[in-house]
């Protein structure tokens, strides 16, 4: 019983945690997915983003950035060519990147790599004795729905993992300061508030952790913090596509506001609250009833964590033990649920953030009470969540297209030798019927413009992308075919165009 108490107390070293990262998500792995891991193919999956970060991030790969633009409705961005994300988050992909070559399945391998080093990274910064890392584990499957975000195409696993690193750097610095953990908890403060403004709240950890390290590390800090927020701004206004209309936030009541119409705006503020009240509930009524639905998931899994660390936070309290990295969570967390109400929306993957934040902060400061709250997550949410599922694999019917389109657009664009971006840019007729997982087709650093078919259809709207990929016998073909729009390759599925002219 000695040995087991001595090495609960022991904390692993790096080499230890990293390994201890890799088996847990390859035991997870396993349990939760059929299909083997070498025999994934991303092309089938229905997230369109993960296209579109894939398309780029290839295209760094491969030719040092977009040859063309990325964007939404013909539109790029003000600096550079890339899409609605920016080049700072694509070339955080890209350069791991390297390591796993230019393929459909790049992020997949990237994402695997960062959840392993968001792991490991936390429990080495933290100090993890054995059995917390246990607790961590154990409540990360009860969460369940953050491990399945590192077996995709979407940047989710990224910035999951920095929050993990921002924590337990944070965790490190509140015991002796150190060079290093300062510059990893603003490194990874910092790429999270670039990547997502709101993250600026995340800086919390580390100024609480060197509050008492006397005024200039505040001072460097808090600077710190801000310049990262001013680049974050200048990325979304300058170097990151306008999404279609706007940003993707609401913010037409402070517009209204700004036009002195403050009823309009609160009257305007309050209707969108409680549509978003009614479709929250909408999905969480459902998966109470047996019927999940995936955004139902996502609230009753940030509900339950949250209840979680609020009775944590008053047993520690009243024990006068450490509560400071729980009430940051809270404060966080609460925050960033608000802005995803009110100017946003809520999907299960963006309440994984938060979740994370809770996690970290609970598995720093509590061990013991995990002995109620593990069981308690377990029997809530474990038989909601854990299905066993497949992930997406290749097919011929699929996988023949795709080589085809690939290969006839390859053959155009170097035949034509334009260092016009446009004119390396495929305008992509979303809406369409033509599925999204066509658009890994697009070589190698080719642009895709996401263009609403309607757009397309629109012959009052300019097309400026040199190809457009649409479905048979649709309103965006037939005003292609009137504009004299010549065919490049037609499948099963899609039809491409080439735009005649200069």
């Known amino acids: 019983m000695e040995k087991v108490k001595k090495l609960m107390r022991t904390t692993p070293n790096a080499l230890l945690c990293v390994l201890g990262a890799i088996v847990f998500l390859f035991v997870f792995y396993s349990l939760a997915y059929r299909t083997p891991l070498w025999d994934v193919w991303l092309a089938p999956n229905m997230d369109n983003d993960e296209v579109i970060y894939n398309r780029q991030i290839v295209s760094v790969i491969t030719h040092g950035g977009p040859q063309g633009y990325f964007g939404y409705d013909e539109t790029h961005a003000a600096i550079g060519r890339y899409g609605g994300w920016g080049p700072i988050l694509i070339w955080a992909y890209a350069l791991p990147g390297f390591l796993f070559g230019s393929s459909i399945n790049t992020v997949f391998w990237c994402n695997i790599l960062f959840g392993i080093l968001g792991l490991a990274i936390f429990a080495r910064a933290a100090r993890l004795n054995v059995w917390q890392q246990l607790v961590c584990a154990a ?217 994370m934040l809770l996690l970290a902060a609970l598995v720093i400061e509590d061990a013991r009470p995990a002995l109620v709250y593990v069981p308690v997550l377990a029997i809530l949410l474990l038989p909601m969540n854990a299905q066993r599922s497949s992930l997406s694999t290749s097919f011929p019917e699929m996988a023949d297209q795709i080589t085809a389109v690939e290969a006839a657009l390859t053959e155009r664009v170097e035949a034509r030798n334009s260092d016009d971006p446009w004119d390396n840019t495929l305008a992509y007729a979303y809406d369409d019927d033509v599925f999204h997982g066509y658009l890994y087709a697009v070589p190698a650093g080719m642009g895709i413009e996401f263009d609403w078919n309607t757009y397309l259809a629109d012959s009052s709207k300019t097309i400026y992308s040199r190809y457009a990929m649409v479905n048979h016998g649709t309103a965006a073909e037939a005003r292609l075919l009137a504009d004299g729009w010549q065919e490049v390759i037609s499948t099963n599925d899609l039809v491409v165009y080439e735009r005649q002219g200069e």
Not at 146 to 152: A, D, K, Y
Not at 312 to 320: S, T
Not at 323 to 334: E, P, Y
Request: charged share 10%.
């Open 139 to 355: 409540t990360l499957v009860c969460l369940w729905i953050p491990l399945t975000l590192i077996f995709c195409g979407s940047s989710e696993s990224l910035h999951n993992a920095l929050v993990l690193i921002a924590v337990g750097a944070s965790a490190a610095l509140s015991r002796r300061y150190s060079h290093g953990w300062f510059v990893l908890a603003a490194f990874a403060c910092g790429f999270l508030t670039i990547s997502r403004p709101y993250a600026l709240l995340f800086w919390l950890f580390p100024l609480v952790a060197l509050w008492h390290d006397g005024v200039r590390r505040r001072v460097v800090c808090g600077v710190t913090a801000a310049v990262s927020f001013v680049v974050a701004l200048f990325n979304m206004t300058m170097l990151t596509a306008p999404y279609f209309s706007g940003s993707g936030l609401d913010f037409t009541a402070l517009e209204m506001l700004k036009q002195g119409d403050a009823a309009g705006a609160v009257a305007y503020q309050m209707e969108h609250i409680s549509i978003q009240l009614r479709t929250i509930w909408a999905e969480v009524l459902p998966t109470l009833r047996g019927n999940t639905t995936q955004t139902g998931a996502g609230c009753l899994v940030f509900l339950a964590i949250l209840l979680v660390t609020v009775a944590c936070l008053v047993y520690d309290w009243r024990g006068k033990r450490p509560v400071r990295f729980k009430i940051g969570a809270l404060i966080c967390s609460v925050a960033i649920a608000v802005v995803l109400v009110v100017l946003y929306n809520v999907m299960a993957r963006h309440l994984m953030l938060p979740c």
